[in-house]
């Protein structure tokens, strides 16, 4: 057996190869949508805010560098392979700490649940851990229907929770349709509109349930008093309020929530349920939760304490790296890090699109997380090809193709962060000669 030293874990075959292997075992047709884009390449070795592809689109391209841009939606909030977190990982493992048994307690979920308890929004003080972002959601409105006894739920149009269950269900249409999973108690309403929730509303919903900021929806910023006024709605009429923090959460926009402080200073809402997923893992290991008020748990479980179970949701290996971030992450010269990249990044965004009315509609965001959007979709998409090739990777958001969305890494420096606006602007400005 080979020595860990010996182990390679980039390149390991010829990219190739590798396309090959993963048309004909994984997903052909995603392999042909990225050759047919021009970025017919693997991704490889990686660390901070960077990454490299095996090699390049052509086979005469040198491989690619590519400022991480996209981080997954704040799966990289603090870069690559962060070696704190590394350590931590290492340090836990070395230690014989493994995934733990979901059946018993457990030390790390109860030292996770108590740091979450004293970061939220006052009052969320249990947690119930998952995998991914999905699972957390799904919680989340299954136990909103078991606490109002209600089935009804309301989501935003554009809006994106995941492709599980009741996740999948408060999505776009797009998504779902194909899986048969149309489900008439599932409604939508636009985001940021008050009045239409109003006339949607009533006593037989269980949970209203939205982004702080839409992401895949646009990286819509909602006006002052949209979620002062979903709060109200939701206690006029009984009705729970899930707030999904996935990629909001954490520090993203500058504050440790986009719901308290982090869309507006004097706005802080409290919803009944917080969810979080992508950031939690810092990256390195999978990790979601579902955060809520004390008197949910008591109608969960009080009858059956095992009536929700996820045999590695709330691992104990991933409660100790997602421990660490929360430290990192929650302190205060952290985060007035994340305000003043954010300005710059904005700014920058702002002084582009100001140069390029001809191409770009709006510029907006929070923190270290915007918009960009551009006069139609296929200007979108050809901005996103035209900025990839200049080593920035980002994508277009999947319910609204004209604009990007631009994440880059918590830990992003000043001068990185000038390189990047650099390489947008080249690309931006090469549009022109794309279309
Ligand atoms: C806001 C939001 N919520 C939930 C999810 C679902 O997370 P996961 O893909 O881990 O299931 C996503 C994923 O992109 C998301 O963006």
């Given at each position: 057996m080979k020595n860990d030293s010996d182990n390679k874990f980039f390149g390991t075959l010829p990219q190739k190869e590798l396309l090959k292997l993963y048309a004909k075992h994984v997903n052909s047709p995603k392999v042909r949508f990225f050759k047919g884009v021009g970025l017919g390449v693997i991704l490889g070795e990686r660390a901070g805010v960077k990454i490299n592809t095996l090699e390049g689109a052509k086979p005469t391209d040198p491989p690619m560098e590519l400022y991480d841009c996209h981080t997954c939606g704040g799966v990289y909030n603090l870069g690559h392979g962060n070696q704190k977190i590394?350590?931590?990982?290492?340090?836990?493992?070395?230690?014989?700490?493994?995934?733990?048994?979901?059946?018993?307690?457990?030390?790390?979920?109860?030292?996770?649940?108590?740091?979450?308890?004293?970061?939220?929004?006052?009052?969320?003080?249990?947690?119930?851990?998952?995998?991914?972002?999905?699972?957390?959601?799904?919680?989340?409105?299954?136990?909103?229907?078991?606490?109002?006894?209600?089935?009804?739920?309301?989501?935003?149009?554009?809006?994106?929770?995941?492709?599980?269950?009741?996740?999948?269900?408060?999505?776009?249409?797009?998504?779902?349709?194909?899986?048969?999973?149309?489900?008439?108690?599932?409604?939508?309403?636009?985001?940021?509109?008050?009045?239409?929730?109003?006339?949607?509303?009533?006593?037989?919903?269980?949970?209203?349930?939205?982004?702080?900021?839409?992401?895949?929806?646009?990286?819509?910023?909602?006006?002052?008093?949209?979620?002062?006024?979903?709060?109200?709605?939701?206690d006029d009429h009984g009705v729970m309020m899930i707030i999904d923090e996935v990629q909001t959460g954490l520090g993203r926009t500058g504050h440790f929530w986009a719901i308290n402080g982090g869309l507006y200073e004097q706005e802080k809402v409290i919803p009944d349920f917080m969810v979080l997923g992508k950031g939690m893992s810092a990256g390195i290991y999978p990790l979601s939760t579902c955060s809520y008020k004390p008197f949910i748990e008591k109608e969960i479980f009080k009858d059956d304490p095992f009536i929700h179970i996820s045999t590695t949701g709330g691992s104990e290996l991933g409660c100790?790296?997602?421990?660490?971030?929360?430290?990192?992450?929650?302190?205060?010269?952290?985060?007035?890090?994340?305000?003043?990249?954010?300005?710059?990044?904005?700014?920058?965004?702002?002084?582009?699109?100001?140069?390029?009315?001809?191409?770009?509609?709006?510029?907006?965001?929070?923190?270290l997380m915007w918009g960009v959007e551009f006069n139609n979709e296929t200007l979108g998409q050809f901005a996103m090809l035209s900025i990839i090739k200049e080593g920035v990777l980002q994508n277009y958001c999947g319910n609204k193709k004209d604009t990007l969305i631009m994440m880059p890494p918590l830990i992003v420096k000043e001068e990185e962060i000038k390189e990047i606006i650099k390489r947008i602007r080249e690309g931006v400005k090469n549009i022109n000669h794309l279309v």
């Open positions: 590394v350590q931590t990982l290492k340090d836990a493992l070395n230690s014989g700490l493994d995934i733990g048994d979901h059946l018993q307690l457990s030390e790390w979920r109860a030292i996770l649940g108590a740091k979450l308890a004293q970061l939220m929004p006052p009052g969320i003080t249990k947690t119930t851990f998952g995998v991914s972002g999905g699972e957390a959601v799904d919680t989340a409105i299954k136990f909103s229907r078991a606490y109002t006894k209600r089935r009804k739920c309301i989501s935003a149009v554009g809006g994106y929770h995941g492709h599980t269950g009741f996740a999948l269900a408060t999505g776009d249409v797009n998504f779902k349709e194909k899986f048969l999973w149309n489900f008439p108690d599932f409604k939508q309403v636009p985001f940021g509109d008050g009045d239409t929730l109003k006339n949607t509303i009533s006593d037989d919903v269980a949970c209203v349930i939205l982004e702080a900021i839409p992401a895949t929806g646009g990286v819509l910023i909602a006006q002052e008093g949209y979620f002062s006024e979903v709060r109200e709605l939701c100790v790296v997602a421990c660490k971030m929360l430290d990192i992450q929650s302190d205060l010269m952290f985060l007035s890090h994340v305000k003043e990249m954010g300005k710059l990044f904005g700014e920058g965004l702002e002084d582009i699109a100001n140069g390029h009315p001809e191409l770009i509609k709006e510029v907006r965001g929070r923190g």
